[in-house]
Every structure is written in C-alpha cells, then in structure tokens.
C-alpha cells in the first residue's frame, strides 16, 4: 500500500534555529497538508497546499512557517526561528477528497 | 463554531468485551466524519469515514461506527476487543463539499485493554 514518508523521524534543535521537516506524499495525490500535535493534545491544523500555493491556513501557521514543494516528490515545512512551544509532533498527509493518510510523524523537540 | 468533543479522555476494557468511544460535533455544513487510530510511534490511520448514505459504516480491524444527525454524534463500536487494539482513537469532522480544506480533529480517546 502507498504511505506517506517524512524525515527525519526526531529532530532537535536550539530554540531560534531554522529546521525543515520533509515529506514525500503518495505520487498521485494532488493536496498536501501539515498538522501537529502537542504532547497530550489534540491534532491541529496548520495548512493546505494544492497546486503549488497554500489553500488554507490555520491560526497557528504565522510568519515563521512556510512551506514548499521544491520539485516533484518532496514537500517540506520550514519553521525560521523555532520557540519552545513549537515542540510537537508534526504529521504531514495527502490525499484527495474525503480521505487523507498520514505519514508517521517528525517529533521536533526545541530546547 | 465547528468542533469535535471525545467525552472520554481514557477508556480501559477487558480484550473480549465490547467498545463504544463516543464522539459529538458542532459543524455548519454537511459534515464528512472520520476516526483515526494512532499506535505509539505511528502515524494517523484511517479507520472509517461517514459521507452519505448508510448511517452505519464498517471499517478496518472490526470497527464500525453509527452517524445520529439528531445527536450530533458519531460513536466508535467494536463488539469484541483485541488487546492490539489499545491505541489513541481520534474523531475528525471535515467540509465534504471542498477538497483541501482542514480536518478538524477531537482530542482523543486512548483506550487501554485488559486481560
């Protein structure tokens, strides 16, 4: 069965350091999302992509985050400065109407 | 505002014993319902979704789950537990009408199972 991949699967970091988390969606789907969740709480939405530009955003997803589809396979989310409370897991997912998958999750720990 | 409520923060049954995880939402439009598994160290499975039709859906692993437009409410059910089963379930309530938008997920339930 298809999946969705990301790399790496833990990141540390120092708080105020840029990461990258990176995802490889399934080959045919054509929306690609980011979510996260805090330890201990719910799933949130962070954003949309679809054809190459973002489709919605959430709250959460302010100026230093960005994301990017820089070739054909791979689709990243770029956090510029992290702070503490970005620590979280990351979920990246594609789908097409009404059914996602999910990768496995980039734990990102900001100390 | 939309939103999805789980009642239950942690729900433990003994394996053979039947489940039901609960699950409300507040949704404007006509809603698209999910429920997520997610093992420890995995990512979000899907294991069954509601869009139209038959109010009684069957998915993965044995689940089933039953839409009550009237209650809002769209629970989780398996009549005989697995101890593989102990997982986090998450609710998920989605816009049907537009592909790409937000899925909007509860807080969870995480289910332990006895022996």
């Known amino acids: 069965e298809p999946e969705v991949t990301q790399t790496p699967s833990h990141q540390v970091t120092q708080m105020g350091q840029e990461v990258i988390l990176r995802c490889v969606p399934i080959?045919?789907?054509?929306?690609f999302y980011w979510y996260r969740q805090i330890l201990g709480q719910k799933v949130e939405f962070l954003v949309s992509?679809?054809?190459?530009?973002?489709?919605?955003k959430s709250e959460i997803f302010d100026d230093q985050f960005s994301v990017e589809r820089p070739d054909g396979s791979n689709f990243t989310l770029k956090i510029r400065s992290t702070k503490l409370e970005d620590s979280a897991m990351y979920f990246c997912?594609?789908?097409?109407?009404?059914?996602?998958?999910f990768g496995s999750g980039t734990q990102l720990s900001v100390l | 505002a939309q939103s999805v409520t789980q009642p239950d923060i942690h729900i433990t049954v003994s394996e053979g014993a039947s489940l039901e995880l609960r699950c409300n939402y507040s949704?404007?439009?006509?809603?698209?319902l999910f429920w997520y598994v997610q093992s420890p160290g995995q990512g979000l499975q899907l294991l069954l979704k509601?869009?139209?039709?038959?109010?009684l859906v069957q998915g993965i692993k044995g689940f089933e789950a039953e839409f009550k437009r009237s209650q809002s409410s769209f629970n989780l059910r398996k009549p005989s537990v697995h101890w593989s089963d102990a997982a986090e379930y998450f609710c998920?309530?989605?816009?049907?009408?537009?592909?790409?938008?937000?899925?909007?997920f509860g807080k969870g339930t995480t289910l332990s199972v006895s022996s």
């Open positions: 080959s045919n789907h054509l929306y």
């Open positions: 992509f679809y054809n190459n530009e973002i489709s919605e």
């Open positions: 998920a309530v989605g816009d049907g009408g537009q592909a790409g938008t937000a899925l909007i």
């Open positions: 997912a594609s789908g097409r109407v009404g059914k996602l998958f």
């Open positions: 949704y404007g439009a006509t809603p698209y």
């Open positions: 509601y869009f139209s039709g038959d109010t």
